[in-house]
């Protein structure tokens, strides 16, 4: 099968805006004096603290676990004192437990991060645990904990684990410099989840944006007989997972389904650059690469950052706001990013970037009734009719919601970027989704 400009039916072509950093080295973000850890930054149950204030921490060591299977324990980012374990808000608009770490710029490793070993020695079980203890999870955006979508139930057969380096939301540069700069990493990471799954079969998909990426892991994989480099057209949501199965290998995930049922597992490059970094080094996921950019920003950067700095320091290290105050503060993409009303949130596993648009840029435009012209139909790339799912929530009949499938919307955001009327559709699905998810609950 030839594997280039693959793509899928719908999506919307979108200004890139990555001119700004893709051709930035990734720098090392300075030593933050102070950390807030969060305990629940991943999909799943939170994590319970292991600490207590006034303890000494190493980096590296585990501060916080839960019993339950989808979940992932969390890690110290930095050396110091605990100096408190409070509720304060995280980029996802939750506001979680943390625990407040003051740092003594020592970078004192724990004892427990060392190599785990040779990827060829390591059984698939041993694999597995490496990655849950580590608390690696999904880092495009979702973070699902790693280590149980490596453990699919025995009647999932899974022949194919793609690697996800799309990045097709705008403006972000992270996996790009990654794939670039480090892409030995990224396929030592496959290799790892392969043989977790015991998949024989690895591809790597890429927006054809990024030819230097391209390069370099066909470079990084040219002794590697089962992985394969995919060229994906440049197309938003390229990036969405199963947007990618149905781009490069024509299967579709069912309603209400996950990769699994078409034999396929998902994962980003950046998580595989960390479980990489985990085999080889002991390190666990600790910190990751953030794209701090925007028309806002003085001095656009991709930086090296550690989980829990403040979005305030990544702001004054990249040169502070261009104007007196920014039009609008978003963790992740214009697409499907989310809007910051403070810059003291803490950078999290899942934070990919931090844009800051100018006022101009974040000016609403008026919205006007729908003329009924059917484009969001057409660019949904899951085959939605969103203006209808809109209408119904808008009028609060979740139920009619539901039963034009809001709940398989994947929040992308075409629907809305291509409407001539600027409806708030995507606005109006996300809250028909939790309405109809809290009344579930409630049965």
Same mark, same amino acid.
């Given at each position: 099968?030839?594997?280039?400009?693959?793509? @899928?039916?719908?999506? +919307?072509?979108?200004?890139?805006?990555?001119?700004?950093?893709?051709?930035?080295?990734?720098? $090392?973000?300075?030593?933050?004096?102070?950390?807030?850890?969060?305990?629940?930054?991943?999909?799943?149950?939170?994590?319970?603290?292991?600490?207590? =204030?006034?303890?000494?921490?190493?980096?590296? /060591?585990?501060?916080?676990?839960?019993?339950?299977?989808?979940?992932?324990? +969390?890690?110290?980012?930095?050396?110091?004192?605990?100096?408190?374990?409070?509720?304060?808000?995280?980029?996802?608009?939750?506001?979680?437990?943390?625990? =407040?770490?003051?740092?003594?710029?020592?970078?004192?490793?724990?004892?427990?991060?060392?190599?785990?070993?040779?990827?060829?020695?390591?059984?698939?079980?041993?694999?597995?645990?490496?990655?849950?203890?580590?608390?690696?999870?999904?880092?495009?955006?979702?973070? @699902? %904990?790693?280590?149980?979508?490596?453990?699919?139930? %025995?009647? &999932?057969?899974? *022949?194919?684990?793609?690697?996800?380096?799309?990045?097709?939301?705008?403006?972000?540069?992270? *996996?790009?410099?990654?794939?670039?700069?480090?892409?030995?990493?990224?396929?030592?990471?496959?290799?790892?989840?392969?043989?977790?799954?015991?998949?024989?079969?690895?591809?790597?998909?890429?927006? &054809?944006?990024?030819? *230097?990426?391209?390069?370099?892991?066909?470079?990084?994989?040219?002794?590697?007989?089962?992985?394969?480099?995919?060229?994906?057209?440049?197309?938003?949501? /390229?990036? *969405?997972?199963?947007?990618?199965?149905?781009?490069?290998?024509?299967? #579709?995930?069912?309603?209400?389904?996950?990769?699994?049922?078409?034999?396929?597992?998902?994962?980003?490059?950046?998580?595989?650059?960390?479980?990489?970094?985990?085999?080889?080094?002991?390190?666990?996921?600790?910190?990751? #690469?953030?794209? +701090?950019?925007?028309?806002?920003?003085?001095?656009?950067?991709? !930086?090296?950052?550690?989980?829990?700095? %403040? @979005?305030?320091?990544?702001?004054?290290?990249?040169?502070? @706001?261009?104007?007196?105050?920014?039009?609008?503060?978003?963790?992740?993409?214009?697409?499907?990013?989310?809007? /910051?009303?403070?810059?003291?949130?803490?950078?999290?596993?899942?934070?990919?970037?931090?844009?800051?648009?100018?006022?101009?840029?974040?000016?609403?435009?008026? +919205?006007?009734?729908?003329?009924?012209?059917?484009?969001?139909?057409?660019?949904?790339?899951?085959?939605?009719?969103? !203006?209808?799912?809109?209408?119904?929530?808008?009028?609060?009949?979740?139920?009619?919601?539901?039963?034009?499938?809001?709940?398989?919307?994947?929040?992308?955001?075409?629907?809305?970027?291509?409407?001539?009327?600027?409806?708030?559709?995507?606005?109006?699905?996300?809250?028909?989704?939790?309405?109809?998810?809290?009344? $579930?609950?409630?049965?």
């Amino acid at each position: 099968m030839k594997l280039e400009n693959l793509t @899928f039916k719908g999506g +919307v072509n979108v200004p890139h805006y990555k001119e700004l950093t893709e051709s930035l080295p990734i720098e $090392r973000a300075k030593e933050p004096s102070m950390v807030a850890i969060p305990l629940h930054q991943h999909t799943g149950a939170p994590c319970e603290p292991l600490v207590k =204030v006034g303890d000494n921490i190493k980096v590296g /060591q585990k501060i916080g676990e839960s019993e339950a299977f989808v979940s992932a324990p +969390v890690h110290s980012s930095v050396s110091g004192t605990v100096k408190d374990i409070i509720h304060i808000p995280i980029p996802t608009g939750l506001t979680v437990k943390c625990v =407040v770490i003051e740092s003594d710029g020592k970078n004192e490793l724990h004892e427990s991060v060392n190599p785990k070993g040779r990827l060829e020695d390591l059984s698939p079980k041993e694999i597995i645990e490496i990655i849950k203890e580590a608390g690696i999870t999904g880092m495009g955006g979702a973070s @699902f %904990p790693t280590h149980v979508k490596l453990s699919p139930p %025995p009647d &999932k057969k899974i *022949d194919t684990v793609l690697i996800n380096g799309a990045e097709c939301e705008p403006y972000l540069t992270a *996996d790009h410099r990654v794939m670039v700069e480090e892409p030995e990493k990224v396929i030592i990471g496959l290799k790892a989840i392969m043989k977790a799954l015991g998949v024989e079969k690895g591809i790597i998909g890429i927006e &054809k944006n990024k030819p *230097d990426a391209i390069i370099a892991l066909k470079e990084a994989s040219k002794d590697e007989a089962n992985i394969s480099i995919a060229t994906l057209k440049v197309k938003y949501p /390229q990036g *969405d997972e199963k947007r990618l199965i149905n781009a490069i290998l024509g299967r #579709v995930v069912p309603s209400g389904g996950l990769p699994m049922d078409v034999g396929a597992v998902v994962s980003n490059v950046s998580t595989a650059r960390a479980i990489a970094e985990v085999i080889l080094e002991g390190k666990p996921l600790y910190e990751r #690469v953030t794209t +701090v950019t925007g028309n806002g920003i003085r001095n656009p950067k991709n !930086l090296l950052v550690k989980i829990g700095t %403040p @979005f305030k320091d990544l702001i004054e290290e990249c040169g502070g @706001f261009n104007e007196n105050s920014p039009g609008k503060i978003i963790s992740g993409g214009p697409m499907m990013g989310i809007s /910051q009303f403070s810059i003291d949130v803490p950078i999290i596993k899942g934070s990919g970037g931090i844009l800051v648009l100018t006022q101009r840029e974040a000016k609403p435009e008026p +919205v006007l009734p729908c003329i009924r012209c059917g484009k969001c139909l057409e660019v949904c790339p899951v085959k939605l009719q969103p !203006l209808y799912i809109s209408s119904y929530t808008l009028k609060h009949n979740f139920d009619k919601a539901e039963e034009y499938h809001a709940l398989d919307c994947v929040e992308c955001g075409a629907c809305s970027y291509i409407c001539p009327a600027k409806r708030p559709l995507v606005e109006s699905i996300r809250l028909a989704k939790r309405e109809i998810l809290a009344k $579930r609950k409630a049965k």
